[in-house]
Structures are given as structure tokens and as C-alpha cells.
């Protein structure tokens, strides 16, 4: 019999986690608005507050990531990758075409429109990765989410120095970029990235551990890589271009695993049909209802009239719906705490560029970079390592957020003191804390509340992205500016000197501090889930099978 690459096999979910780990590489285009904003604020003669707006515009596309939750449970994986590909594709080009004046500028009110479609390309894309991985590798949900969502934090750099290395900064070529190459990347994930069966033995958990901290060390290998090639100054064409041609390749390193995966099942197919492998992972996962269905004979031989029974109010860790989990304590000290990081972290990404230029500094991309690779360090590490305390000392994943949002209000202590060199410290402790909030919220959501209904749950808590970006970026940081800022002569505004944003910093600061009393508040609450994780992490039997 010939070798086919069977839908349930070992080769097909790695390599479908591939995709998704390029997807997510190319998904971060929402943190890159301070690499063109300068271009838009001058080619429209925008004030602070305006272009702060726009950021804001950006975020709210996140809003409406509600539609791609509520479409995960009905739309398939590569549908939703099409949806969001394609919608990136009209926000980013036209931006594109606004900004290299292939037209002329759009009215402001249209220009929020694109930016806000473009901000909602991502959602498609982070949901259908995260909720299909997720699902793939459920018990080893903090590497993953750490992973993924440390590629996101990698894509504002690999953005950048790609267009810093091929196309000397340029704002336009950069839009062209973000509409163009998530088109192409999310072709492949379509072909390849779908649900499948979730390892169901302790010695499978194993190995796909072994094999997470593979990606790790290539991803911590592509961090440090783009970092040298930002920390070592400027570049001959030459030099760039090959900096280019290795970036691609370990990009594509992680290919590796699956044609590993694959040799394996062409040197058994000669001696074992797959499809004995196929019917023990499909029964394993069908064993979660059957016996509720079991049961079903026996009621059907006694005619009694069928009464309905009221589900009880699941516990923290079980499946919730929507108005269950919306109905918990946990879920908006979760929500808050959340909020006081993400919120603060995306006001200083989106002002970035007017922070640099505010302090002195001509070239802002290397506070860019910067943020997005100590974002992947925080990222990826976080998912590792809080997985690992679960199971050492069931140590609850809320006290990393709490640790991350203490250590957040410091960095921008540092940078309001605008001390020489406190943008670049502010710049990689922000980095670092907002990675950590995003990778191990994700997991947390679904641990506190269930995967059933998580798309959904997830979108739900990732509003805090425009309403963050909103309370902190448009309202304060773009008022507090602009109370500051002289007018130029064309119409917009401009503030030079740390005064600028100094109260800025201070009140985001204050708001770590609330944030790390409410992480502290649901890491005490959440105690008994994480020590029964633990306890199943620890009792688990190599042949026991998986629950979700």
C-alpha cells in the first residue's frame, strides 16, 4: 500500500501547527501602527489626538472579533482563515495606496473604516490558530499559547527588519507588505491546518512536550537573530539581503518536525495500517459521551413521559456557556485585571513613534523592534514556565499576570523619569510584560471556563484590546499630548521634551498597581482548579485517556 498523509496522523497536526505558528508570525500587524502613523499624521495633517483616534480605529476592529468567535463553533478553520486574509488584504492596501499617494487621502471618517478592518483581519486569524491548536494539544495548552503568541510578538520585528533590510523604511512598501504577505501565508494554512484528535496517553504528552521545546529554541534562536541584526546599527545592501535569506530559513526550520513525523509513517506503512491508529484516537474521543448515550436503550424500553433536568451551574474549570462564564466573579476580576495591562501596553505601542520623536530620538524603529522581541521573550517563557509550576507546585497562572503587571508599573516609572536610555528600558520591560498578559491569559480563559464555548470566551475578553487602546491611547495619552504640544504650521501638532508624556506614564503605572491586586485576588480564588490539575497531571496513567 502506498503512503498517504492521513487527516488524524502525527505528520498532519504538526504540520498543521507549523501553519499556524507562520500565521501567527505575520499576525502582529496591529502592533506595527508606529512604523507608518508618522506618515499619516503629516500627509493629513492630524493632531495627536486625531492620530491617536485612528489608533483607537485600529483597535476596534478587535471588537468585533465577537463575529469570529461566535463563526469558530459554525465556520471551518480555513474558512475563517480566508475571511481574515482577505479582509487584511482590503483594509492594509488601501491604506497602502493612501500613504505612497496612489490616491489621495481619504476623508478621516474612511480612513477609520480601513484601519478598523484591518485591526479585525487579525481576530479571524488569531481565532481559528488558537482555538484549533488549543483543541490539538490540550493538555499542553500554556506551550502552546506561549509559542503562538510569541510568534505574534515576533511579527512586529520580522515586519520591520524585513522592510528595514529590503526597502530602507519605508512606510509605504511596509502597508504593502501587511496586506500582501498574510494573504500568502494563510493560503498554506488553509491547506493544511484542521482539528484532530488530541494525544491521549501520557508517553504521547511526552513527546509532544519534547517537541514544543524544540520550536522554543528556534524561536529563542529567531529573537536573538533579529535582535543583532536591530542592535548592530546600520547595514550594506548586501549584508541585508542575506539577513533576509536567513530569516526565511528559520522561519521555515520548524518544518523539520512534521517531515520527521512523516518518514515515520512511510517506514511503518509497509508493516501497520494507519487505520488502526485512526479508530484508537476516534474512539478515544468519542469515549467523552458515550456513555451518556449508552444509557440510551434502557430509557427508551420504559415509556415515561421525558423530564427535563436543569443543568447545574458548573464549577471554575468546567465548561461554561457565555452567560455562565459572563455570570462569574472570576471572569471580570479576569476581564479588569487584563485590561490594566493590555490597555497600557498598547497605548505606549501606538505612541511609540511620538514618544521617540518627544525624546529626542530620529529613528523609532528600534523602540518598535524592541517591544515586539522582549514581547516574545515574556510571551513564550511565560507559557513554558507556568505550565511547568502547575505541575511542580500547582502554582495558579494568575500570579504570573500579577508578577508581569508589578514589574509594568516600574518600567514606566523608569520611563517617566526619562532618565538617558529610559525609552530603551521602558521599551523592553513593557515588551516582556505585555508578552507574558497575553500568553498566559489565553490559557487561563480556558482553564477557568472550559474549550467548548472558548472562541468565543476568548474574543470576549480580548475587547479590552480597543477598549485599553481607547482609555489609554485616545482619551489619555492624545489629550495629555496635545495640552502640551504647540501647533505646526500645517494644522497638526507636535511636543518635544519629557514633560510630554510624563503624567501618562504615571497614570498607567497606578493602573498596574490595581491590575496586580486583582491578579493577586484570582490567583487565591483559583487555588483549588490549579491543584487539580496538578493532581491529574501527576495521577495520569500512560494509557488513561485525555479529558479536555
Known amino acids: 500500500m502506498g503512503f498517504h498523509l492521513s487527516p488524524a496522523s502525527s505528520s498532519r497536526k504538526w504540520l498543521g501547527f507549523v501553519t499556524a505558528v507562520w500565521v501567527q508570525s505575520i499576525s502582529g500587524n496591529n502592533y506595527t501602527f508606529s512604523n507608518y502613523s508618522d506618515a499619516l499624521k503629516s500627509l493629513m495633517a492630524l493632531t495627536q489626538l486625531q492620530l491617536n483616534n485612528l489608533s483607537v480605529a485600529k483597535d476596534v476592529g478587535k471588537a468585533f472579533g465577537l463575529l469570529s ?33 496612489k490616491i489621495q487621502p481619504l476623508p478621516y471618517w474612511q480612513m477609520c473604516i480601513f484601519l478598523c478592518m484591518g485591526g479585525n483581519s487579525t481576530t479571524w486569524m488569531n481565532t481559528a490558530v488558537l482555538v484549533t491548536c488549543i483543541r490539538n494539544f490540550r493538555t499542553n495548552r500554556g506551550p502552546v499559547s506561549g509559542i503562538l503568541k510569541g510568534y505574534v510578538g515576533l511579527s512586529t520585528a520580522i515586519f520591520t527588519d524585513l522592510c528595514t ?18 494573504l500568502l501565508v494563510c493560503l498554506s494554512a488553509i491547506l493544511f491546518l484542521r482539528e484532530v484528535p488530541s494525544s491521549s496517553t501520557a508517553a504521547g504528552e511526552k513527546e509532544e512536550t519534547k517537541f514544543f521545546n524544540l520550536f522554543n529554541i528556534v524561536a529563542v534562536v529567531l529573537a536573538v537573530y533579529l535582535l543583532t541584526f536591530d542592535v548592530t546599527g546600520s547595514h550594506g545592501r548586501i549584508l541585508s539581503q542575506a539577513f533576509a535569506v536567513v530569516l526565511l530559513f528559520l522561519l521555515a526550520c520548524p518544518l523539520s518536525i512534521p517531515l520527521y513525523f512523516m518518514l515515520q509513517d512511510f517506514n511503518r506503512s509497509g508493516s501497520k495500517p494507519s487505520s488502526d491508529i485512526e479508530g484508537l484516537i476516534t474512539e478515544t474521543l468519542l469515549s467523552q459521551n458515550s456513555q451518556p448515550e449508552m444509557a440510551a436503550p434502557a430509557s427508551e424500553e420504559k415509556v415515561e413521559p421525558v423530564v427535563e433536568i436543569k443543568r447545574p451551574r458548573p464549577s471554575i474549570g468546567e465548561d461554561h456557556t457565555i452567560i455562565e462564564a459572563i455570570s462569574t466573579t472570576d471572569f471580570w476580576i479576569l476581564f479588569a485585571s487584563f485590561l490594566c495591562g493590555v490597555g497600557t501596553g498598547l497605548a505606549v505601542m501606538n505612541n511609540m513613534g511620538q514618544m521617540g520623536l518627544a525624546l529626542g530620538y530620529v529613528d523609532v524603529s528600534i523602540f518598535v523592534s524592541l517591544t515586539s522581541i522582549w514581547g516574545f521573550f515574556g ?10 509550576f502547575i505541575g511542580k507546585a500547582g502554582t495558579p497562572r494568575p500570579f504570573w499576570n500579577a508578577a508581569s503587571q508589578i514589574l509594568m508599573a516600574v518600567g514606566y516609572v523608569v520611563m517617566a523619569m526619562a532618565l538617558p536610555g529610559s525609552l530603551y528600558i521602558g521599551s523592553v520591560v513593557v515588551g516582556i510584560c505585555y ?27 480580548i475587547l479590552n484590546l480597543p477598549l485599553g487602546s481607547f482609555l489609554f491611547s485616545g482619551l489619555l495619552a492624545g489629550l495629555l499630548y496635545d495640552a502640551h504640544a504647540t501647533r505646526t504650521a500645517g494644522g497638526g501638532t507636535t511636543c518635544i521634551g519629557p514633560h510630554c508624556y510624563r503624567l501618562v506614564f504615571v497614570v498607567m503605572a497606578l493602573s498596574c498597581i490595581i491590575g496586580f491586586g486583582l491578579d493577586v485576588l484570582l490567583a487565591i480564588r483559583t487555588k483549588n482548579v490549579y491543584s487539580k490539575i496538578r493532581a491529574s497531571k501527576r495521577s495520569k496513567k500512560p494509557a488513561a485517556p485525555s479529558n479536555s
Do not use: H
Open 69 to 101: 468567535g461566535l463563526a469558530s463553533d459554525r465556520l471551518s478553520t480555513p474558512m475563517m482563515l480566508l475571511i481574515g486574509s482577505i479582509e487584511g488584504l482590503v483594509g492594509y492596501g488601501v491604506q497602502w495606496l493612501v500613504v505612497s499617494r
Open 165 to 182: 533590510a529590503l526597502f530602507a523604511d519605508d512606510p509605504a512598501i511596509f502597508l504593502l507588505m501587511l496586506a500582501i504577505i498574510p
Open 379 to 388: 510571551r513564550i517563557l511565560s507559557g513554558s514556565v507556568s505550565e511547568y
Open 435 to 461: 508578552g507574558v498578559r497575553l500568553a498566559v491569559t489565553v490559557p487561563i480563559a480556558s482553564e477557568l471556563f472550559g474549550l467548548k464555548y472558548y472562541g468565543l470566551i476568548y474574543n470576549i475578553l
